[in-house]
Antibody, heavy 120, light 108 residues
Framework: QVQLGQSGAEVKKPGASVKVSCKAS????????IHWVRQAPGQGLEWMGI????????TYAQRFQGRVTMTGDTSTSTVYMELTSLRSEDTAAYYC?????????????WGQGTLVTVSS | DIQMTQSPSSLSASVGDRVTITCQAS??????LNWYQQRPGKAPKLLIY???TLETGVPSRFSGSGSGTDFTFTISSLQPEDVATYYC??????????FGQGTKLEIK
């Protein structure tokens, strides 16, 4: 079954870091880029960045530059998104999503989301 | 950064109605515009990519059109299961992607 399975909910204190995992199954991991998208409670979708799992190349949204790191592990078909210097505004559901690989960029397969709560 | 302006922000329509949502880009994005559906408490779902290409398995009542800066998403005959929030998204070739603010669709 083609799917992306994400790690469980996290509660972090302001200033801490969080690392969310996204495990791919049912397809060839290195053939598809992975996007990360977040959604604050009651708010819209916000694109964070993209990683090429085959070589680890990344592109981040400018507003997250310096605070986000996306990595991949081909041995376990897993990508990770680490966000540092957390603040309350980072409380959100974080989604990984597979890129469609048709020459343009879009997300055709989504993980279930990981809720990250930042609270003192 | 490319800004996406989506309208309306909310919409109420009756079952069987034709529903239209628009999305405007702050600069020319040619055909690189996607549409997603997000039901409450669920992950988004891809409906349309490259402005007008229907994702496999998506009902044909959903359609998209447009190019350049102006795009339209249409549901030809609204069904109860279409209650959701709809988002447009653009991705340039860097890539840098951005979403519209979303349109919350309800049944009258």
């Amino acid at each position: 079954q083609v799917q992306l399975g994400q790690s469980g909910a996290e509660v972090k204190k302001p200033g801490a870091s969080v690392k969310v995992s996204c495990k791919a199954s049912g397809y060839t991991f290195i053939n598809f880029y992975i996007h990360w998208v977040r959604q604050a409670p009651g708010q819209g979708l916000e694109w964070m960045g993209i990683i090429n799992p085959s070589d680890g190349t990344t592109t981040y949204a400018q507003r997250f530059q310096g605070r986000v790191t996306m990595t991949g592990d081909t041995s376990t078909s897993t990508v990770y998104m680490e966000l540092t210097s957390l603040r309350s505004e980072d409380t959100a559901a974080y989604y990984c999503a597979r890129d469609g690989d048709s020459g343009s960029y879009y997300s055709d397969l989504w993980g279930q989301g990981t809720l990250v709560t930042v609270s003192s | 950064d490319i800004q996406m302006t989506q309208s309306p922000s909310s919409l109420s329509a009756s079952v069987g109605d034709r529903v239209t949502i628009t999305c405007q880009a702050s600069q020319d994005i040619t055909k690189y515009l996607n549409w997603y559906q997000q039901r409450p408490g669920k992950a988004p779902k891809l409906l349309i990519y490259d402005a007008s290409t229907l994702e496999t398995g998506v009902p044909s009542r959903f359609s998209g059109s447009g190019s350049g800066t102006d795009f339209t998403f249409t549901i030809s005959s609204l069904q109860p299961e279409d209650v959701a929030t709809y988002y447009c998204q653009q991705c340039d070739n860097l890539p840098q992607c951005s979403f519209g603010q979303g349109t919350k669709l309800e049944i009258k």
